[in-house]
């Protein structure tokens, strides 16, 4: 979770993966990735308090073959043995701390009980006090067609579009908007097509993708456009200029190998 400004802060519920690239001429030292990987949220400034934590586990991880001339890459995934985040983990949370909370779409039957419990949370709460969840659906395997009629912010990811039809990121948008409940927003990024969105008043936006240059590593990519477009919606910024910062991050992201210096 990070603090977007004031005194709450947004949580981000899933699971970490472990992503080693192999233009790197080094790989992390065996048993060390879970001191590693928190030791670099910290230094990007990711809280890690409620991180729950499973001995004798290991994240899962994808090897990562980039192709220097053009940033594309072939991934090679192994699940490995951590368990996904359960409700009862969650229920351990003080949810008056957060301003947002935004849902992976993977365990969707844990996930979904955990969503209720924020609507629960936001029935009694006063407007100023209540919580925006937001919810990517990415992989359609997950089934995470839940998130489509109860968040307030829908992430659709470009594969997932794709598997209902959707041949562009404006149709997409267009699509799931009229299922979404009449205050959500519907964000779709397409790659090198930009992005689109639209808000609870129906207008469209769409933005370029952001050109960096020259393209080294498109990992990551996705998650870093989503925590853009969280990062500009916490601070109240018009949906328009949301969509360009997010494409404008997700850009700067793919001219370099990782993600320091990204917060500047």
């Known amino acids: 979770m990070f603090q977007p400004g004031g005194d709450k802060k947004v949580l981000c519920a899933g699971l970490i993966c472990l992503d080693i690239l192999s233009v790197l001429d080094h790989y ?3 048993d060390t990735d879970n001191s590693m990987v928190l030791d670099e949220m910290r230094e990007f400034g990711v809280e890690v308090d409620h991180v729950v934590m499973h001995d004798g586990c290991d994240f899962p991880s994808s090897t990562i073959i980039i192709n220097t001339h053009t940033g594309s890459r072939t991934i090679i995934h192994a699940d490995k043995d951590l368990p996904e985040l359960t409700f009862s983990q969650f229920q351990q949370l003080d949810l008056n701390w957060y ?3 935004h849902f992976e779409g993977r365990n969707m039957t844990e996930v979904s009980q955990m969503v209720n419990a924020v609507q629960e949370f936001n029935h009694s709460a006063s407007m100023e006090d209540r919580i925006i969840i937001s919810g990517e659906c990415e992989k359609a395997k997950y089934q995470p067609e839940y998130f489509i009629s109860t968040v307030d912010v829908l992430f659709v990811a470009k594969e997932y579009a794709q598997h209902h039809g959707f041949t562009t990121a404006k149709a997409a948008v267009h699509g799931f908007h009229s299922r979404v409940k ?3 927003t519907v ?3 397409w790659g090198e097509a930009g992005a689109d969105a639209m808000g609870p008043d129906g207008v469209h936006h769409h933005t370029d993708a952001y050109s960096p240059g020259q393209v080294v590593d498109t ?4 998650d ?4 853009a477009i969280i990062a500009a919606m ?4 018009p949906l328009d200029e949301v969509l360009k910062f997010g494409c404008r991050v997700a850009g700067r992201k793919c001219g370099q190998f ?3 210096g990204l917060r500047e």
């Open 234 to 237: 916490c601070r109240s910024l």
């Open 224 to 227: 870093t456009f989503n925590g």
């Open 258 to 260: 990782g993600y320091r």
């Open 99 to 101: 301003k947002w909370i």
């Open 187 to 189: 964000v779709c990024a």
């Open 28 to 30: 992390p030292v065996e």
């Open 182 to 184: 009449k205050s959500a």
């Open 219 to 222: 990992l990551g990519a996705g």
